[in-house]
């Protein structure tokens, strides 16, 4: 979730997780994890206003959800962050209209509307899906409504293989610990190319490192079918099997 300060990212992914998990994240850090139907789970990260965070996140991002705030127009960050997707792979992309109940007539909320969603069309590509955040209700999420057509759209995409992926394995990393000894244990997804355990990680902004060790571990948020597999429950009692974010204290883990 990109855009430039202010324009609500941190309220949108709140929704999304109030809506499918109906607990509330107070503190948004790091990726959160929720699950949004039987086979599908998504990782939502906030894109902090800052270049190299742009950089890092294009490369894995499978959708890019760009906030607008629509009282104020588009901003130069929201530029960039298209302009470094252009560089990486170009992921699917849809935009997010907020603030639109600062609007004081129907008539000027249209003309906004209109004209906004034409500039995100010259910018992206014709037809891209723009979703309207008609306010902030008095719990500070967005309505249902709104949230529940975001998350559909979630759902429904299927992901195409972006270049760099095809040719570099990463981890997004949700959990880090330090041992006694100082070794430091991280936690995460491992995606794209096959990795090679015995390869030096990269970590950006630190260098290059060599691990010590590599392990798989079990999935924090299996999915309903691999539930089924293993003879548990298909209904999940706790609402804690819905969210993961451990930096933001939520799935057993606290930072």
Known sequence: VA???????????????????RQTVKDVLGPVTIVMGKEKRVTLMECPDDLCAMIDL????????????????????????LSVMQTHGFPKVAGVLTRLDTMKTNKSLGKIKKALKHRFWDDVYQ????????????????????????????????????????????????????AA????????????????????VHVPGLGDFEPLEVEA??????????????????????????????LASYGGVSR
């Open 3 to 21: 855009g430039p300060a202010g324009s609500g990212k941190t309220t949108l992914i709140r929704s999304l997780a109030k809506l499918y998990t």
């Open 58 to 81: 294009a490369k894995i991002a499978d959708v890019a959800l760009l906030t607008v705030d629509a009282s104020f127009g588009f901003e130069m960050s929201t530029f960039e962050f």
């Open 127 to 178: 037809g891209a899906k723009v979703f309207n955040m008609s306010g902030v209700m008095r719990s500070g999420k967005y309505p249902k409504n709104d949230t529940r057509q975001l998350g559909l759209f979630l759902q429904r995409q299927k992901m195409r293989p972006l270049t760099w992926r095809n040719r570099h394995s990463y981890a997004l990393c949700d959990r880090v610990d330090r």
């Open 181 to 200: 000894d100082g070794a430091v244990d991280c936690y995460g997804w491992l995606r794209g190319a096959r990795h090679n355990a015995a390869a030096t």
């Open 217 to 246: 571990l079990d999935d924090p948020l299996p999915s309903f079918q691999e539930l089924k597999d293993k003879g548990e429950a298909l209904r999940r009692k706790k609402a804690e099997t819905l969210l993961y974010a451990p």
